[in-house]
């Protein structure tokens, strides 16, 4: 039997390919290009709408461990990331095409997978994994809060703005990662008066509205800069701008703040603004991200753009395998579930499809326990939780290390990512047993 996958995002890719490679034929359903949400411009399946990194790759921090997790499990969207890197210091960026573009040709190239271009705007019988992301259409949203014993909520979502990289000044912009790991991204320091004057403009600067949505609803995980810089005047100096370990190569000395720019293509053409997401009309972004030294002249690829994000209230709704447990057959993956963020999204097609995929074949679904990254992410969508709001993968939400380790929290870290990756690896070699 054909599994219908709505949605052609990351988590969508991710569950067909998990799918089809155990044999399972899908029908892949994305509106795209007919019809484009407000952040979605490229006609490609798996499209990056903010940042261009899938952040750390060291397996001390959680999302690189996931990261490692995903490739163990033969991971079509890590396959893409790793065919398609950019310097960015000891994190995982993409150029965004050449990732895009790996993961819709191998879908639409693959014998079991057929790819339908049109809006969904009814829930489909089971088996099917319904993956529509963040910009879910008003019509789907609609038909999944329509169904018994869902609950939806909203925030957005905000990108930050992309930036030549000709149309920078570099006589005031210097290459260094923080703590010396290299040179993967262009520093643009900051001395007090023009941090002081940057936030005063910021604060004064006019923004696009938010209709239906007060700013308390901003997801504190892709918080405007905006919005970051009404919290107090130094907020920006201890958080995004954050000059610790970034000393400027003319003085010797960390800057009073530093606004990073990060590569956002193979070629190193194009920019992004870390920490820059923001709701800010685009005059305004010219004007004001233009007082940041070696930004004066900047030409924006483009601007800064925020958009909605809806999500399902999962405890109690999803089991640990994403699946409705009310309706079994019927799966949820992407952002939608409560996972935030491109890896976490991705990691949450992964299983979806994967115990799809063997709902389909007969077999028993594998346990992914919470001593694994990927294990961790599904009980924390499905665990009971009074204030569930999405959440990054962090180790805070893996079962700890039983004993005390010796070398402090990156020790013990290691001894988690250990054991994490030999349960992966066992739980691969049983699924092809």
């Known amino acids: 039997m054909s599994v219908t996958v709505i949605g052609a995002g ?69 396959s893409a990331a790793d065919r398609a890197r950019v310097p960015a210091g000891g994190a995982l960026a993409v150029d965004r095409d050449t990732f895009s573009g790996y993961i819709t040709e191998t879908l639409k190239n693959h014998p079991l997978v057929t ?53 920078l000044d570099m006589t005031k912009v210097y290459r260094a ?80 703040a530093v606004v990073q720019l990060r590569q956002d293509d193979a070629a190193g053409t194009l920019y992004n603004l870390v920490g820059f997401q923001t709701r800010l009309k685009f005059p305004e972004q010219k004007r004001v991200f233009g007082m940041i030294p070696g930004l004066e002249n900047a030409e924006f690829a483009r601007y800064g753009v925020m958009h909605r994000n809806t999500f399902l209230n999962s405890p109690g709704l999803l089991d640990c395998h994403y699946q409705m447990i009310s309706r079994p057959g019927l799966y949820f993956a992407g952002q939608m579930t409560g996972v935030e963020g491109y890896v976490e999204s991705a990691a949450s097609g992964m299983v979806a499809g994967i115990c799809c995929a063997l709902q389909q074949m007969g077999k028993s679904l594998p346990d992914f326990p919470r001593t694994t990254a990927l294990g961790a992410l599904a009980h924390y969508v499905s665990s009971p939780n009074s204030a569930f709001q999405p959440m990054n993968v962090t180790y805070g939400i893996m079962e700890g290390w039983p004993e005390k380790v010796r070398g402090g929290k990156q020790a013990r870290y290691e001894k988690i990512a250990q054991q994490a990756l030999e349960t992966v690896e066992g739980i691969r070699d049983a699924l092809k047993a």
């Open 177 to 256: 990662s923080r703590y010396g790991r290299g040179g993967d991204y262009l520093n643009c320091p900051m001395s007090r008066e023009e941090y002081d004057a940057f936030v005063r403009e910021l604060l004064s600067a006019e923004t696009a509205p938010i209709h239906g949505f007060e700013e308390k609803k901003v997801f504190e995980g892709c918080m405007p800069v905006e919005s970051m810089a009404r919290r107090g005047q130094m907020v920006l100096a201890f958080g995004p701008l954050k000059p610790v370990g970034l000393p400027d190569p003319r003085t010797g000395k960390d800057p009073y």
């Open 115 to 167: 790819v339908e271009n049109r809006e969904v705007t009814e829930i489909p019988e089971s088996p099917a994994i319904i993956a529509t992301g963040p910009l879910t259409s008003d019509a789907m949203a609609d038909a999944i809060a329509a169904m018994p014993e869902v609950s939806t909520l909203n925030f957005y979502d905000a990108a930050a703005p992309i930036v030549t990289a000709e149309s």
């Open 10 to 78: 990351l988590a969508g890719c991710e569950a067909a390919w998990q799918l089809a490679k155990r044999g399972v034929p899908v029908t892949l359903l994305e509106q795209k290009p007919q019809n484009h949400s407000p952040a979605h411009h490229s006609p490609l399946f798996a499209e990056l709408v903010c940042s261009n990194s899938l952040r750390s790759d060291r397996l001390q921090n959680a999302v690189g461990l996931l990261k490692e997790e995903m490739r163990r499990m033969d991971s079509l969207v890590l």
